[in-house]
């Protein structure tokens, strides 16, 4: 009883503090995104001050995380695991090639996920904002050749050349909404043809810049308004993550060239849903 009312009045405050955060940088990330204008050289040094990009959940932030191995506690978490599938059961559906291509994943942590995305790759440049969860993604993936690991804050410092798979998976909701706006830009310009984007985020509010929902309506919307991209998947488990509000799943297509237009298609047959749904989660 009193942890649950502990942990609501914590909820409270982080949502508070995110939302003052956000309210308080606007003008400093306006005078940031000025400078860049003039000189875009400049956008890798203004990268590192994280705490502009996604007010509340800066490099710093993430860094006294990771200080603990496994923070999320993905490791023992059978719905991390049952999410981490069901990206599989993703990939499987949409016919990405195993052992081939160049696969980008953004917030990699410390490379659980990364593992399994190193079948569908020929090259996996996984890359995360915290120098500790690279140290330790960089041990745990060191017998996979075909994966690099790299310390950087996305989007601003986004690695070089173009990709045929980019997975972000609960990550992007971190973006206040002007990054994400460019970073969603970025993160589309870097598929090849007939690359895809692959997205996945929890629905839930805990305090982050921007949330699951936002991330996946602007993709949609990305999609619609622009004849390159191919809404390929869309699918919503409206009862599963912590407290049972939910997760998106999406994947947009780079054109080939020719292509028949096609409604989004479902998720079926993912064994995953159904352990997503009846997992037990924690929730602080
Ligand atoms: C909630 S964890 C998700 C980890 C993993 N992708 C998953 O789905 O389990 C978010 C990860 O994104 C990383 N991250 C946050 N902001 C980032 C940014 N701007 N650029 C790169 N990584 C970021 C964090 O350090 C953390 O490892």
Same mark, same amino acid.
């Given at each position: 009883?009193?942890?649950?009312?502990?942990?609501?009045?914590?909820?409270?405050?982080? %949502?508070? *503090? &995110?939302?003052?955060?956000?309210?308080?940088?606007?003008? $400093?990330?306006?005078? @940031?995104?000025? =400078?860049? +204008? /003039?000189?875009?050289?400049?956008?890798?040094?203004?990268?590192?001050?994280?705490?502009?990009?996604?007010?509340?959940?800066?490099?710093?932030?993430?860094?006294?995380?990771?200080?603990?191995?496994?923070?999320?506690?993905?490791?023992?978490?059978?719905?991390?695991?049952?999410?981490?599938?069901?990206?599989?059961?993703?990939?499987?559906?949409?016919?990405?090639?195993?052992?081939?291509?160049?696969? %980008?994943? *953004? &917030?990699?942590?410390?490379?659980?996920?990364?593992?399994? $995305?190193?079948?569908? @790759?020929?090259? =996996?440049? +996984? /890359?995360?904002?915290?120098?500790?969860?690279?140290?330790?993604?960089?041990?745990?993936?060191?017998?996979?050749?075909?994966?690099?690991?790299?310390?950087?804050?996305?989007?601003?410092?986004?690695?070089?050349?173009?990709?045929?798979?980019?997975?972000?998976?609960?990550?992007?909701?971190?973006?206040?909404?002007?990054?994400?706006?460019?970073?969603?830009?970025?993160?589309?310009?870097?598929?090849?043809?007939?690359?895809?984007?692959?997205?996945?985020?929890?629905?839930?509010?805990?305090?982050?810049?921007?949330?699951?929902?936002?991330?996946?309506?602007?993709?949609?919307?990305?999609?619609?308004?622009?004849?390159?991209?191919?809404?390929?998947?869309?699918?919503?488990?409206?009862?599963?993550?912590?407290?049972?509000?939910?997760?998106?799943?999406?994947?947009?297509?780079?054109?080939?060239?020719?292509?028949?237009?096609?409604?989004?298609?479902?998720?079926?047959?993912?064994?995953?849903?159904?352990?997503?749904?009846?997992?037990?989660?924690?929730?602080?």
């Amino acid at each position: 009883m009193l942890s649950a009312v502990i942990g609501r009045a914590r909820r409270t405050a982080r %949502l508070a *503090v &995110g939302r003052v955060l956000m309210i308080m940088t606007t003008p $400093l990330r306006l005078a @940031a995104r000025g =400078l860049i +204008a /003039v000189r875009p050289g400049l956008e890798p040094r203004l990268a590192e001050h994280a705490w502009l990009w996604q007010p509340g959940w800066g490099r710093a932030c993430h860094e006294r995380l990771y200080r603990r191995p496994d923070p999320y506690g993905i490791g023992i978490s059978e719905y991390e695991m049952a999410k981490y599938d069901l990206v599989v059961d993703v990939l499987e559906q949409i016919g990405a090639p195993r052992g081939r291509g160049r696969v %980008l994943e *953004v &917030g990699c942590g410390e490379g659980l996920l990364s593992a399994r $995305l190193a079948d569908y @790759a020929a090259e =996996l440049v +996984a /890359v995360d904002i915290s120098d500790a969860a690279v140290g330790r993604a960089r041990i745990a993936l060191a017998d996979r050749p075909n994966v690099v690991v790299e310390r950087r804050t996305l989007p601003l410092d986004m690695p070089a050349g173009s990709f045929d798979l980019v997975v972000c998976s609960d990550v992007l909701y971190y973006w206040e909404p002007r990054t994400f706006d460019r970073g969603l830009e970025r993160l589309v310009e870097s598929l090849r043809p007939g690359g895809r984007l692959v997205l996945l985020h929890y629905r839930g509010d805990f305090g982050q810049a921007g949330t699951g929902d936002a991330v996946h309506d602007a993709a949609r919307r990305r999609a619609l308004n622009d004849p390159e991209l191919r809404h390929e998947l869309s699918h919503t488990l409206r009862d599963a993550g912590p407290a049972g509000a939910g997760i998106r799943v999406d994947v947009l297509a780079r054109a080939t060239g020719l292509q028949t237009l096609r409604l989004p298609q479902q998720l079926h047959d993912s064994p995953a849903e159904a352990r997503l749904r009846t997992t037990e989660v924690h929730t602080s």
